[in-house]
């Protein structure tokens, strides 16, 4: 069956270093794969999305690369600052429909 | 504009009873999408609609589950026999026409006793 795996445990970096989160699927040929936001008692908010013939894709602070042969996105967000301590999703659509599954997500710290 | 809403922020019930939970997408959002959430996990799916319709309700756990958006719009889940197993947060979220991205609601934390 599909599925997807993210840095299970917290992740903590000190504020100005570059965050990177991982992501990895398995039995899956993704079409698209998104990342999202979620803060505390708060829905997702949605970030970036990269389609299987992009490697790379840019916004402001952040990175995301998309691997297909070794079924991986890394997410890397730059100079993080404390404000970007939140939980990270990442998702991949199903079956190349409409529908997409998420990972569990990263909890990110950035330390002062 | 405003963004997809949802009504109750909070439901707390008995276990064995029905229990209704609301959305309202973004205006002109064609698709809508109800996962389940539970602490510490991603946003599982549950089902999605395109319009009126349902296109993909696989992620319904059993048939004490429905939901319905009779006109396009609103969607509303519903849950028969509540159960402990069913307290999570339920989001809602909404989609342009041919667009990937998706915009969440805050979510209704349902609690079963």
Do not use: M
Not at chain 2, 10 to 17: D, P, Y
Request: proline letters at 5%; glycine letters at 10%; one cysteine or more.
């Amino acid at each position: 069956s599909q599925k997807i795996e993210q840095n299970s445990e917290a992740l903590n970096i000190q504020e100005g270093k570059t965050a990177t989160l991982t992501c990895n699927y398995t039995n899956y040929s993704p079409a698209y794969l998104q990342w999202y936001r979620q803060d505390p008692g708060r829905g997702p908010v949605f970030l970036l999305l990269i389609r299987e013939n992009e490697k790379e894709k840019r916004k402001e602070r952040l990175k995301v690369t998309f691997d297909t042969t070794l079924k991986q996105s890394l997410f890397h967000i730059t100079a993080s600052q404390p404000a970007d301590s939140a939980t990270y999703l990442c998702a991949l659509d199903g079956n190349r429909d409409d529908k997409i599954i998420f990972g569990k997500g990263t909890r990110l710290h950035i330390l002062p | 504009g405003a963004g997809v809403s949802q009504t109750p922020s909070n439901k707390v019930t008995e276990k064995g009873k029905y229990v209704e939970l609301r959305c309202d997408p973004i205006s002109g959002h064609t698709a809508l999408y109800w996962y389940r959430q539970s602490l510490g996990q991603g946003p599982e799916f549950l089902i999605y609609f395109q319009g009126t319709g349902a296109a993909d309700d696989s992620g319904l756990p059993n048939d004490r589950f429905f939901a319905v958006r009779p006109e396009g719009s609103v969607s509303t889940l519903k849950i028969q026999r509540t159960e402990r197993g069913d307290s999570a947060v339920y989001l809602c979220a909404s989609s342009a026409l041919g667009g990937k991205e998706q915009y969440f609601g805050p979510g209704t934390r349902l609690t079963v006793t």
